[in-house]
């Protein structure tokens, strides 16, 4: 069913208004696996050209889809969660070859992903309008009558990142399609063959010529065109703080949803369980090798039970399974995505050596696998302390008091979430109210799902807020008719 959106040279295409199109201008970007470097296909760098086409054809086809009902939409979606779900071994292994996911996490991001699709139509079938009675207000009498429907908002532009090409862009298309809006999906190159297969996989459900279209080609290259596109109506963007940043300065009058960059501490207080405390630093941390926009990046630790908690997270460290999951299977610390990506975490690491911070774990590279890194006695001049690594790295920050941690964890640039550690609720809570953050996990790593939560960044980390329905929200507007009966008073 997927052969053929490539050709007999691996040559991915994109979809167009219906259509499985190759490069007009035969100008391909060749993807390399980051576990072998071996070539897994090849897609294309659009141009602009290409580009006006795929917008034009959303924006023809949104005036049809948007008629469409409610119901109609779940039921291609219902069917696109099925789709996707047989396909999850293919799925999952180019996953795995492309952004290198172990086969766990790829199976599971399907999985997840297939959920999240169901639970999104269920969602706006489920949702309703209001009408709102004018004499509430002062002066106003009870004839004028305020009946409050959601229309879409037209052409959305979904750009997806490297870590979660399946779930990051359906979590864009979903939501989008159900509003009636259609949609343009940009996936990050390394992470495109996946994102045009999940295309496919809403094709093959039903979703209409022109309703979701593709493009491809680096960001840096044909980005700012597509962003400042006249024709786009909203953008639905997760990435980086620095691209997030530049999609802002450069639109004008286009609603931004951002999901970016983060910083999220765990705070421990004396109290804690450090058991619990560990294992989710552990697994919140060093996951996919750290590359999640969620993961714990730094710990702030009271005094007291700093060393205890070094000890066990120590250990815990030692148990990770570390290598390439093509030959290694199921590892918990994988290569990075790219040398680039590598360079920058082995800087950090540098930067904390030389400045004083005491390595107690990693801290080695093989090409691009990093050891999972720990770091105590991290202060508050290291990079490490302030900067997004994006991969295997842990500093341990020891503060003496709750208004301390408060403090380093309301400094950072970033505000997406932070977990509390603690048996008292009452401080859980003092602290939760006191932090910069779109979410406070209490005893818990710092985590997006489930996904029908809200899941937002403040500061640096993001504009607007996702979650299955706050997605859907976000990708319609209010449109308010009212009716003004006779004055019978
Ligand atoms: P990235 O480099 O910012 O790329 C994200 C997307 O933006 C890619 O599709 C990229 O395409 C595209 N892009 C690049 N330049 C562009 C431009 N000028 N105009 C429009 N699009 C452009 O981020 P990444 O390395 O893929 O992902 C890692 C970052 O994402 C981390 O900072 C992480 O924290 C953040 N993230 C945040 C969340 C969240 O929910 N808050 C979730 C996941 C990831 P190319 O690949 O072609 O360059
Ligand atoms: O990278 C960002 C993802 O949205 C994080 O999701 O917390 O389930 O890993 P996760």
């Not at 050709?7 to 201008?25: C, H, I, T």
């Not at 960001?219 to 802002?248: C, K, L, M, Q, W």
């Not at 696998?369 to 920050?397: C, K, Q, S, Y």
């Not at 640039?413 to 932090?435: E, H, K, M, P, W």
Request: include cysteine.
């Amino acid at each position: 069913m997927f052969e053929f959106i490539k050709d007999s040279k691996n040559r991915y295409k994109n979809l167009v208004d219906g259509e499985w199109v190759a490069s007009k201008e035969d100008t391909y970007i060749d993807i390399y696996s980051p576990l072998d470097e071996s070539l897994i296909g090849s897609i294309p760098a659009m141009t602009r050209e290409e580009v006006d086409l795929a917008v034009h054809a959303a924006k023809a086809a949104q005036r049809k889809w948007k008629l469409t009902t409610i119901d109609e939409r779940g039921e291609i979606l219902y069917r696109a969660a099925e789709i996707l779900l047989e396909q999850t071994e293919e799925l999952a292994t180019l996953m795995m070859r492309e952004i290198a996911k172990d086969m766990k996490s790829s199976r599971s991001e399907v999985s997840r992903t297939a959920d999240f699709i169901k639970f999104t139509a269920d969602t706006a079938k489920n949702l309703s309008g209001e009408s709102i009675p004018g004499d509430s207000f002062p002066g106003f009498k009870s004839n004028k009558i305020s009946i409050v429907r959601r229309e879409p908002l037209g052409v959305v532009l979904a750009i997806s990142p490297f870590n979660y090409p399946i779930n990051l862009a359906a979590s864009k298309i979903a939501p989008g399609l159900m509003a009636g809006n259609s949609i343009l999906l940009k996936p990050a190159t390394q992470g495109s063959l996946c994102g045009l297969y999940l295309a496919k996989v809403f094709e093959a459900a039903g979703v209409p010529a022109g309703v979701l279209n593709t493009i491809t080609g680096r960001g840096g290259e044909i980005g700012d065109y597509v962003t400042t596109h006249p024709e786009i109506n909203f953008i639905n963007f997760t990435g980086s703080t620095e691209v997030g940043a530049r999609i802002s300065k450069l639109t004008s009058m286009v609603p931004l949803l951002m999901e970016l960059g983060g910083k999220d501490a765990a705070i421990v207080l004396e109290d804690a369980d450090l058991e619990l405390t560990a294992n989710n630093i552990v697994a919140g941390g060093y996951s996919y090798s750290g590359q999640r926009c969620t993961a714990v990046k730094r710990i702030l630790v009271m005094e007291p039970v700093a060393n205890q908690l070094v000890e066990k997270i120590k250990e815990k460290i030692k148990k990770l399974k570390v290598g390439n999951p093509l030959t290694d299977g199921d590892v918990d610390i994988v290569p990075l995505i790219n040398t680039k990506a590598a360079d920058f975490v082995m800087e950090l690491i540098e930067d904390a050596k030389s400045k004083g911070g005491k390595l107690i774990a990693g801290g080695n590279r093989q090409g691009n696998l990093i050891e999972p890194t720990l770091f105590d006695h991290v202060t508050t001049d290291m990079r490490l302390a302030w900067e997004e690594p994006f991969g295997p790295v842990l500093p341990i920050i020891r503060v003496k008091s709750k208004q301390e941690a408060i403090e380093i964890a309301n400094s950072s640039v970033y505000g997406l979430q932070s977990a509390v550690f603690t048996q008292n609720i009452n401080d859980a809570f003092y602290i939760a109210d006191r932090l910069e953050v779109g979410t406070v996990q209490i005893n818990n790593k710092t985590e997006r799902g489930p996904d029908h939560f809200p899941f937002l960044g403040v500061k640096a980390s993001g504009l607007g807020t996702q979650g299955i329905r706050y997605s859907i929200e976000s990708m319609s507007r209010p449109k308010a008719t009212v009716i003004n009966l006779p004055d019978q008073t």
